[in-house]
């Protein structure tokens, strides 16, 4: 005689899945998840790894920015392959002697912003991503009259190598496109990372940063608002980072003196 499988219970939190991607009311089947749930969630843990092991297509991308009407360049870090890049990310925070050379040789004459797209921890999720945010940001870069480097292409790269290609591509900015460390729900997260006077060394406190950017999450629509206003912020000002705060979404005040009205801007 067979024992009778345990009825799956569902929870009552059930209706909030619709506003969110976490795992949350799972049910359960006795003291466990559902087989569903527990199918589901390794899957997303595989993706996960895949996207971490997986090679950005650099020539793919270069074509692709070629047709939108951006000239590339291809550079490494020092990491010589991807498990060394994994084990050692002090080598992903600096460029190749070869790569260091070859950019120093171009003697390019001053820009405003040097952009970086780099693989990082998600191949996949600047393949995705990187371009149409571009796409969106290039009709505001221009109507500001901002000159830019050729885009570089950064395999094995963490954020920092942006910092070492700006100084050498003599930009007053950087701005680094790079794979998030992919979650369970998210393996196709890109950051966007914001440098002014960029050079080696810089810590994570000269920079700015805004991430999730994807389609189920910061659209790239307000990516670019968001970048537009910290670019104009630093230039203004002259600097990133922790004095450099994203008020974007910060309230207005309206009307003249003693006015108490407030509006979000948008």
């Given at each position: 005689?067979?024992t009778?499988?345990?009825p799956?219970?569902?929870?009552?939190?059930?209706?909030?899945?619709?506003f969110?991607q976490?795992?949350i009311?799972l049910?359960?089947?006795?003291?466990?998840?559902?087989t569903?749930?527990q199918?589901?969630?390794?899957?997303?843990?595989?993706?996960?790894?895949?996207?971490?092991?997986?090679t950005l297509?650099?020539?793919?991308?270069?074509?692709a920015?070629?047709q939108?009407?951006?000239?590339?360049?291809?550079?490494?870090?020092?990491?010589?392959?991807?498990?060394?890049y994994?084990?050692?990310?002090?080598?992903?925070r600096?460029?190749?002697e070869?790569?260091?050379?070859?950019?120093?040789?171009?003697?390019?004459?001053?820009?405003d912003?040097?952009i970086?797209?780099?693989d990082?921890?998600?191949?996949?999720?600047?393949?995705?991503?990187?371009?149409p945010?571009?796409?969106?940001?290039?009709?505001?870069?221009?109507?500001?009259?901002?000159?830019?480097?050729?885009?570089?292409?950064?395999?094995?790269?963490?954020?920092?190598?942006?910092?070492?290609?700006?100084?050498?591509?003599?930009?007053?900015?950087v701005?680094?496109?790079?794979?998030e460390?992919p979650?369970?729900?998210?393996?196709?997260?890109?950051?966007?990372?914001?440098?002014?006077?960029?050079?080696?060394?810089?810590?994570?406190?000269?920079?700015n940063?805004?991430?999730?950017i994807?389609?189920?999450?910061?659209?790239?629509?307000?990516?670019?608002?968001?970048?537009?206003?910290?670019?104009?912020?630093?230039?203004?000002?002259?600097?990133?980072?922790v004095a450099?705060?994203?008020?974007?979404?910060?309230?207005?005040?309206?009307?003249?003196?003693?006015?108490?009205?407030?509006?979000?801007k948008?």
């Amino acid at each position: 005689m067979t024992t009778p499988k345990p009825p799956v219970h569902t929870n009552p939190w059930q209706d909030l899945r619709q506003f969110t991607q976490a795992r949350i009311a799972l049910g359960r089947a006795g003291v466990s998840l559902p087989t569903g749930a527990q199918l589901a969630f390794q899957l997303a843990h595989a993706r996960a790894r895949d996207a971490v092991h997986q090679t950005l297509d650099v020539i793919a991308m270069a074509e692709a920015l070629q047709q939108a009407g951006y000239q590339s360049l291809h550079v490494n870090s020092a990491a010589i392959d991807r498990n060394t890049y994994l084990q050692r990310p002090d080598l992903g925070r600096r460029l190749n002697e070869e790569a260091r050379q070859h950019l120093r040789q171009l003697s390019l004459p001053p820009t405003d912003l040097a952009i970086v797209i780099a693989d990082g921890l998600s191949a996949p999720a600047v393949a995705q991503n990187a371009l149409p945010l571009l796409c969106s940001l290039q009709a505001r870069l221009t109507s500001d009259n901002w000159s830019l480097a050729p885009i570089i292409i950064a395999t094995q790269a963490r954020v920092a190598l942006g910092d070492e290609t700006g100084a050498l591509l003599n930009a007053r900015a950087v701005l680094v496109l790079i794979g998030e460390r992919p979650g369970l729900s998210s393996p196709d997260s890109m950051g966007a990372y914001l440098s002014w006077a960029p050079q080696p060394g810089l810590t994570d406190a000269a920079r700015n940063c805004i991430s999730n950017i994807r389609p189920d999450g910061l659209s790239y629509e307000q990516a670019a608002y968001k970048l537009h206003y910290l670019l104009t912020e630093a230039r203004k000002r002259g600097l990133t980072g922790v004095a450099l705060k994203d008020e974007t979404d910060a309230p207005v005040k309206l009307g003249g003196k003693g006015t108490n009205n407030f509006l979000l801007k948008k």
